[in-house]
């Protein structure tokens, strides 16, 4: 064994521990926000991309606001995930070169402002086009957060976790974003059961996103007392053989970075059209009532959380591999039968529950391998920078405009079917690209 295998094991268990809950809270608020944005995507674009109706009612008064609107809010999702690499850029630097601990205080801190700030900011009918342009501003700040959010903490996990369960440290970032979605999922389902349609449309949406505000203060809390990572790049390491690594003194070679893409793309177009997407394509396509599709997410992000950590376990037995492969492969043959199931007017509701379970689960098979496996793609001293790279460029590309491809895309064509196209297609072209994992990377140490 080498020096950098045996340093993580000697680190007492309860800084490790601290590690993992400070490195996973951000990631909690972070989806928390993006998983109650998805839920309320029709009564965002009624409030701001909606123009008002004339007199007394406005844009806000309910779910009037046709399929224009909606896609005009998945523009502006879509274009907060753009800014994602900008931040995984910017914060990834500094985290290389300052630390883990500052950046991830920093993130975590401009994620609860900006969308504290959304649950505060007036609605297109109160003061006009500069609504939504209020809006789109506070997404991008939260897209810039985000895209620092991840290198950071996924760093701080893989270096913080013993031989042999860098795959369960690393899963433990993509349960805490199935927290987060159910969290942002359960808290819309509560509401819209709690209040009428128009109280939702006029102030309950706004509830969720001042809860980012305790929720981001306790993030910050654990961030704050958070140890750097032990440890340091190895001097002289030897050029990384291993498929898609980054050899000393290379940088962050293009090459690895879109190695890191194609194996995560199905991750993202697939989880994004099933976890986030769902609830507004049941309503705008199938004429679903906002209650029971708050029910169909709810449960897709119980099975994607239930998932997560058993898949991380065995790709730390078995390897990245094959787990990543099953749950790949797993949703480019099922994606069809399982939507043409949701879709079927005689299918029951155990059924269709079966249906989006199954669904989470198998994206959780590609969540709880993947941090620790682009983590070990990447050197030390390039680490942030490297795989939050990676991991927000395909988000930007496969997870931000999910639900603009897919809104428009039914719009012009008329074809339901298209959520299954999006997700099956990216995860058949991600199943090459992780042909290309050896069967023992995950058993190699951290470089």
């Known amino acids: 064994m080498t020096s950098t295998e045996l340093?993580?094991?000697?680190?007492?268990?309860?800084?490790?521990?601290?590690?993992?809950?400070?490195?996973?809270?951000?990631?909690?608020?972070?989806?928390?926000?993006?998983?109650?944005?998805?839920?309320?995507?029709?009564?965002?674009?009624?409030?701001?991309?909606?123009?008002?109706?004339?007199?007394?009612?406005?844009?806000?008064?309910?779910?009037?606001?046709?399929?224009?609107?909606?896609?005009?809010?998945?523009?502006?999702?879509?274009?907060?995930?753009?800014?994602?690499?900008?931040?995984?850029?910017?914060?990834?630097?500094?985290?290389?070169?300052?630390?883990?601990?500052?950046t991830l205080v920093l993130v975590v801190g401009l994620m609860t402002l900006a969308t504290t700030l959304i649950g505060l900011l007036p609605t297109r009918e109160a003061i006009g086009p500069a609504a939504p342009w209020l809006l789109t501003f506070l997404r991008v700040l939260q897209g810039l957060s985000a895209g620092g959010e991840f290198g950071g903490a996924v760093s701080v996990m893989a270096e913080?976790?013993?031989?042999?369960?860098?795959?369960?440290?690393?899963?433990?970032?993509?349960?805490?974003?199935?927290?987060?979605?159910?969290?942002?999922?359960?808290?819309?389902?509560?509401?819209?059961?709690?209040?009428?349609?128009?109280?939702?449309?006029?102030?309950?949406?706004?509830?969720?996103f001042l809860l980012a505000l305790p929720l981001g203060s306790v993030a910050l809390w654990l961030r704050t007392a958070l140890e750097e990572p032990p440890g340091a790049p190895p001097a002289g390491a030897a050029s990384g053989a291993r498929s898609g690594q980054v050899p000393p003194g290379g940088g962050v070679q293009a090459r690895a970075v879109v190695l890191g893409i194609g194996r995560i793309m199905g991750w993202s177009a697939a989880g994004y059209t099933f976890l986030v997407v769902l609830p507004s394509y049941l309503q705008s396509t199938r004429g679903a009532s906002f209650r029971s599709a708050l029910l169909a997410t709810t449960l897709v992000n119980l099975g994607f959380a239930a998932s997560i950590l058993p898949a991380g376990l065995l790709s730390d037995r078995?390897?990245?591999?094959?787990?990543?492969?099953?749950?790949?492969?797993?949703?480019?043959?099922?994606?069809?039968?399982?939507?043409?199931?949701?879709?079927?007017?005689?299918?029951?509701?155990?059924?269709?529950?079966?249906?989006?379970?199954?669904?989470?689960?198998?994206?959780?098979?590609?969540?709880?391998?993947?941090p620790a496996m682009l983590a070990e793609m990447f050197p030390r001293r390039v680490r942030c920078t490297g795989l939050g790279l990676a991991y927000s460029l395909?988000?930007?590309?496969?997870?931000?405009?999910?639900?603009?491809?897919?809104?428009?895309?039914?719009?012009?064509?008329?074809?339901?079917?298209?959520?299954?196209?999006?997700?099956?297609?990216?995860?058949?072209?991600?199943?090459?690209?992780?042909l290309t994992l050896r069967a023992n990377d995950h058993r190699e140490p951290l470089r």
């Not at 013993?162 to 927290?179: E, H, I, K, M, N």
């Not at 989470?360 to 993947?370: D, I, K, M, R, T």
């Not at 074809?415 to 690209?433: K, Q, R």
């Open 318 to 370: 078995y390897g990245r591999r094959p787990v990543m492969l099953g749950g790949a492969l797993g949703i480019a043959v099922l994606a069809f039968p399982l939507l043409h199931l949701l879709q079927s007017p005689d299918a029951s509701p155990p059924a269709r529950a079966a249906a989006v379970l199954t669904a989470g689960a198998l994206v959780g098979l590609l969540a709880g391998p993947g």
């Open 7 to 102: 340093l993580p094991a000697a680190l007492p268990r309860a800084a490790a521990r601290r590690a993992l809950l400070a490195g996973s809270a951000g990631n909690l608020v972070e989806w928390y926000e993006f998983g109650v944005y998805g839920c309320f995507a029709t009564v965002i674009a009624a409030n701001f991309f909606t123009p008002p109706t004339g007199t007394g009612g406005g844009a806000g008064t309910g779910p009037g606001s046709g399929i224009e609107a909606l896609v005009a809010t998945y523009a502006s999702f879509a274009l907060a995930f753009f800014f994602r690499p900008v931040g995984a850029l910017l914060f990834g630097r500094l985290g290389d070169r300052l630390g883990r601990r500052p």
């Open 160 to 208: 913080y976790a013993p031989p042999g369960r860098r795959g369960l440290y690393g899963a433990w970032q993509s349960f805490t974003v199935a927290l987060g979605l159910l969290a942002g999922a359960g808290t819309a389902a509560a509401l819209a059961t709690l209040l009428s349609t128009p109280e939702l449309y006029a102030w309950g949406w706004r509830i969720p």
């Open 394 to 434: 395909a988000n930007a590309v496969f997870s931000g405009c999910a639900g603009l491809v897919i809104t428009a895309s039914i719009a012009r064509t008329g074809d339901t079917a298209i959520p299954a196209y999006y997700a099956a297609g990216a995860c058949a072209v991600s199943s090459l690209a992780l």
